[in-house]
Nanobody, 120 residues
């Protein structure tokens, strides 16, 4: 199973970006999917999570600005980011809890990270 993240880039403060993370490989079902970020010199933090049923959670600092969503048919999770701030600058990582076979265990996979830079 591989997770491929994309959509990062350089954006001015107040701008928007949409991150995507597509899972591929031997997948029976994907449970929770998440976006993390890691800023220079800081620990990786959970930004947003979404269950297979569409329930979402966000870290307080992004509530009202970021929206996590998923396309189960295409095994893809998105992070729509609006009103970006310089403090949002970080490498963003996706992960997913994947069931590879019927009644099989869950495995957690990570994407490779995509850089988001918010600067004027």
């Amino acid at each position: 199973v591989q997770l491929q993240a994309s959509g990062g880039g350089l954006v001015q403060p107040g701008g928007s970006l949409r991150l995507s993370c597509a899972a591929s490989g031997s997948i029976f079902m994907i449970n929770d999917m998440r976006w993390y970020r890691q800023a220079p010199g800081k620990q990786r933090e959970l930004v947003a999570a979404i269950t297979s049923g569409g329930n979402t959670n966000y870290v307080d600092s992004v509530k009202g600005r970021f929206t996590i969503s998923r396309d189960n048919a295409n095994s893809t999770v998105y992070l729509q980011m609006h009103s970006l701030k310089p403090e949002d600058t970080a490498v963003f990582y996706c992960n997913a809890d994947v069931q590879r076979a019927y009644e099989g265990p869950l495995f957690r996979y990570w994407g490779q990270g995509t850089q988001v830079t918010v600067s004027s």
